[in-house]
């Protein structure tokens, strides 16, 4: 099945810095990897995919890029703001089956 | 549109007893997927159901099992509930899978085993 790390586990940054998070995956074969935000208490949302044909995608502040090659991809948040403040997960499903393996998540910390 | 909704929001079961969990798909959404969240696991794959047939089972013991219903509705079931099994139970939903297309998240249950 997949495996999929991620790191690091807190990153703390100062408002309007750039933030980077990354995760590795297991399974070549993979090739759908969403980005998903949980803030506390609340329910985890979809705030960017990349689908294996593409390198790098963009929206707005957030990019993620993937290295099918080193089978690696990267949250990128740029200008950081206080309400990026949550937990960000990535994820990736196992080949020729469905769902998704989560990595253990990232703590992201916007300090004023 | 409404969104996916879970029922219970909370439960409090004793051990030994079992559990059924329900979860509501956006309408439309054939898909539905399961995920244990814990503070030390984080989130972790339960199953997947598209158009009632279960897809795909994550490396959990057979105590927890799913079902989907004609009308997507889903619902999982633990039996012998231990004291490890209280989590956050989330499901999600999508139109072809959630490794495939955008899930959305249910609100969750949480599910406390005393």
């Known amino acids: 099945g997949e495996n999929v790390e991620q790191h690091p586990s807190t990153l703390s940054v100062q408002e309007g810095d750039s933030a980077v998070i990354k995760c590795t995956y297991s399974d070549s074969a993979s090739n759908y990897f969403p980005w998903y935000k949980q803030e506390l208490g609340k329910r985890p949302q979809l705030i960017i995919d990349i689908r294996s044909n593409v390198g790098e995608k963009k929206d707005q502040r957030i990019a993620v890029t993937l290295n099918k090659t080193a089978k690696h991809f990267s949250l990128h948040i740029t200008e950081t703001q206080p309400e990026d403040s949550a937990v960000y997960f990535c994820?990736?499903?196992?080949?020729?089956?469905?769902?998704?393996?989560f990595g253990k998540g990232t703590h992201l910390i916007i300090q004023p | 549109k409404a969104g996916v909704t879970q029922t219970p929001r909370y439960l409090i079961k004793t051990r030994g007893q079992q559990v059924t969990l329900s979860c509501s798909p956006i309408?439309?959404?054939?898909?539905v997927s399961w995920y244990q969240q814990t503070p030390g696991q984080g989130l972790q794959f339960l199953f997947e159901?598209?158009?009632?047939?279960?897809?795909n089972k994550g490396n959990f013991p057979g105590r927890f099992s799913g079902r989907q219903f004609s009308n997507s509705r889903s619902e999982m079931n633990v039996s012998t509930l231990e004291l490890g099994d209280s989590a956050l139970y989330l499901c999600a939903s999508s139109t072809q899978g959630a490794g495939l297309t955008e899930a959305f998240f249910g609100q969750g249950t949480r599910l406390t085993v005393v």
């Open positions: 994820a990736a499903p196992p080949s020729g089956a469905d769902g998704l393996t």
């Open positions: 159901y598209f158009s009632e047939t279960q897809r």
């Open positions: 309408s439309g959404h054939r898909s």
